[in-house]
């Protein structure tokens, strides 16, 4: 089945440090990809998607691309600020089973001043 | 417009009792999701539902879980005979139509306790 496989945190980092998060999947066929952040205290939200390969999704200066023939979506982001301390999400969404989405463990990301 | 919300945000129970979990989705999506998050893991999917119905239940741990919903509108998950190890936070999301590039929006989720 489908299975999402995610960078192992927590990861604490100084402002303006670049970050990666690393995210790869396993699915058939040609699933859409995503970002989910949640940050303290508040519920999950969209941070940026994918929907084929090559694509690349972005949104407040993060970033990640579609890459199929490594099944990867990596975020990144060249310079953290402290608001972007949250748990980070990578998740896909197949077009066989189009209702299940299915999640990474998520990425606890702190950033210090 | 309005998110998604649920109901209640918190809920202690003791073991054996039975829990109903509520979210109203937003309005005019057709496609809703119920997902359980535990302490320090992801998020393991549940049940989603098209309209009424629920082609999915693939994610539902035991028969003492089920959910319906009516009215294409609010979802009731319900928990029979509550154990321990049902201690979570149950999210509920919807779609627009259920399909596979759709953003999925997030209700606040209600923090489930089984003492």
């Given at each position: 089945?489908?299975?999402?496989?995610?960078?192992?945190?927590?990861?604490?980092?100084?402002?303006?440090?670049?970050?990666?998060?690393?995210?790869?999947?396993?699915?058939?066929?040609?699933?859409?990809?995503?970002?989910?952040?949640?940050?303290?205290?508040?519920?999950?939200?969209?941070?940026?998607?994918?929907?084929?390969?090559?694509?690349?999704?972005?949104?407040?200066?993060?970033?990640?691309?579609?890459?199929?023939e490594?099944?990867?979506?990596?975020?990144?982001?060249?310079?953290?600020?402290?608001?972007d301390?949250?748990?980070?999400?990578?998740?896909?969404?197949?077009?066989?089973?189009?209702?299940?989405?299915?999640?990474?463990?998520?990425?606890?990301?702190?950033?210090?001043? | 417009?309005?998110?998604?919300s649920?109901?209640?945000s918190?809920?202690?129970?003791?073991?054996?009792?039975?829990?109903?979990?509520?979210?109203?989705?937003?309005?005019?999506?057709?496609?809703?999701?119920?997902?359980?998050?535990?302490?320090?893991?992801?998020?393991?999917?549940?049940?989603?539902?098209?309209?009424?119905?629920?082609?999915?239940?693939?994610?539902?741990?035991?028969?003492?879980?089920?959910?319906?919903?009516?009215?294409?509108?609010?979802?009731?998950?319900?928990?029979?005979?509550?154990?321990?190890?049902?201690?979570?936070?149950?999210l509920c999301?919807?779609?627009?139509?259920?399909?596979?590039?759709?953003?999925?929006?997030?209700?606040?989720?209600?923090?489930?306790?089984?003492?």
């Amino acid at each position: 089945g489908d299975s999402v496989t995610q960078m192992e945190g927590p990861v604490t980092l100084s402002e303006e440090a670049f970050l990666t998060i690393n995210c790869t999947y396993t699915a058939t066929g040609y699933p859409s990809l995503f970002w989910y952040v949640q940050y303290p205290g508040e519920g999950l939200q969209l941070l940026l998607k994918a929907t084929k390969a090559d694509d690349k999704g972005s949104n407040k200066g993060f970033e990640a691309t579609y890459r199929k023939e490594t099944t990867s979506f990596h975020l990144e982001k060249g310079s953290v600020q402290v608001s972007d301390s949250a748990v980070y999400f990578c998740a896909l969404k197949g077009n066989t089973n189009a209702g299940k989405s299915t999640f990474g463990d998520g990425t606890t990301l702190t950033v210090k001043p | 417009g309005a998110g998604v919300s649920q109901s209640p945000s918190n809920k202690v129970t003791e073991k054996g009792k039975d829990v109903e979990l509520r979210c109203d989705p937003i309005s005019g999506h057709t496609a809703l999701y119920w997902y359980r998050q535990s302490l320090g893991q992801g998020l393991e999917f549940l049940i989603y539902f098209q309209g009424n119905s629920a082609p999915d239940k693939s994610g539902l741990p035991s028969d003492r879980f089920s959910a319906e919903r009516t009215g294409g509108s609010v979802s009731t998950l319900t928990i029979q005979r509550t154990q321990q190890e049902d201690s979570a936070v149950y999210l509920c999301a919807s779609s627009l139509m259920g399909q596979g590039e759709e953003t999925q929006y997030f209700g606040p989720g209600t923090r489930l306790l089984v003492l």
